[in-house]
């Protein structure tokens, strides 16, 4: 039978339940387990996509096209495995699969009610996605903290299926706060007290406590919370701040926490292969070059609206040695030509146009894609950031005056950039954009090619807006190449300038960031990196030329 590894939260969110889940998948896939993991989000949406990236942080985009929360992007850079749709669980989702069964008859004339109708759904949700991966554990990850009224279905359903599983089979984990308060620096236990009291409260009881904190535990405090809590003290984890993200797989190794796991659920006790882990954290930690990278985007008052693009940054940056500061940029600063935002571009050693919607800021990201072409500085665009870069090319290089995206003016008087055919007559907007994995085609020769070093791709794409294909032949004969498309159709895909004319210029419709990994980042990102380390003089020269695939 599967095993199921529960993750809750108490106090308050943003504890980093997502990256616990995550670390502790981390050391049990270093132990030769198979892992899948899901995560439930209570909120009323069905998915992630609609929600404004200031409230929510990024949409990250998964291989079948679903549009999920920012911890499913961690537990695959983390666990290095794809995930789909079915491993995000909304209140939405689970509301919508009951009153669509209520209205075809599937309950055969009974009240409708949460329990048992939306806790089975819950529990039998969780239960298929585990049958389905074949994995040994499944990892759930309950959003929310305990105490709130959205998210006691869950945990109701939680508490059902721990009764069904049996205790030997379902190992549950419980986040909470351990604050400092004082001139003193006492850690305080109390709120942790509470939230496990009301834990039990719904008939759920941890077999371990993950503390948050800024400092490690103090073995009174871990004893205190072991007494008050009714755990074993090997079952109180101090999860402190780290410099990394990637360290914490190790601080929680340290303290034995998958032995503690694996001991309770029956599963053998097994030497953890964490070399290669431990290298990755070093190079992240302990860095011999550094670089700056501008990311000029719409978002950028909160990282977590980029969260893919800034941690494949740091994979590039580790897979080179190199220490990746990002400099965010606001769009609309350069617009309103603001000192500092333009000293910061100037100054950085390359430059990233981000993904995004809308016109605002848009003006501005196109003045930096203008800066980063004439002088010479590595650049990379990204979905909204290809698209402007061709807008770019287009008023500045093949002087088509008024070129624009229809996004941003419908009557552009050259509209290089359009609505994808398909979605002229759509009307909502939820999960309607081309979503999800499809393969490019790459020009063999091309700096695309080199980059990737393959002929053949598969990138996660999000968009609505193509490259309008009866302006390829126009800007093709100004200079500009199209290096990628799709298979099938003439959607281009890639972008590039020759390299006699530009070090290191790309972008692609797709968002590269998605597939990266700590330990297999994005080669677009890697190629990014690697150009403005030869900028730099750090490196001899760029990516290699790579023989036909």
Known sequence: MTKYIVVTGGVLSGLGKGITTSSIGTLLKARGFSVTAVKIDPYLNSDAGTMNPFEHGEVFVLQDGGEADLDLGNYERFLDIPLGRDNNITTGKVFKTVIDKERRGDYLGKTVQIVPHITNEIRDWI??????SGADICLVEVGGTVGDIESAPFLEGIRQLHREVGHENLFLIHTSLVPVVGAVGEQKTKPTQHTVRDLKSIGLHPDMIVCRSAQPLHPEIREKIASFCDVPESGVVSAH?????????????EQ??????TKR??????????ESWRDLVDRLLNPSHEVTVAFVGKYTDLSDSYLS??????HAGASLDTKVRISYIEGEALETNDADAWRNLREADAILVGPGFGSRGTEGKIRAVQHARESEVPFLGICLGFQLAIVEYARNVAHLKGANSTEMDVNAAHPVICVLPEQYEIQELGGTMRLGAYECVLNEGSLAHETYGSLVISERHRHRYEMNPDYIAQLEKKGLIFSGRMPDRPIMEMMELPRHIHPYFIGGQFHPEFNSRPQKPGPLFVGLVQAALVAKGVL??????????
Request: proline residues 10%; glycine residues 6%; neutral net charge.
């Open 256 to 261: 034995g926490v998958v032995d503690t796991i």
């Open 309 to 314: 693009i800034n941690e494949a940054l740091r």
């Open 127 to 132: 239960k298929r996605v585990a049958k389905k």
């Open 241 to 253: 701040d780290a410099k990394s993200i990637y360290e914490v797989p190790l601080i929680l190794e």
């Open 265 to 274: 659920l029956g599963l053998p006790t097994l030497k953890p292969d964490l």
């Open 540 to 549: 001899a020269h760029g990516p290699e030329p790579v023989a036909a695939a």
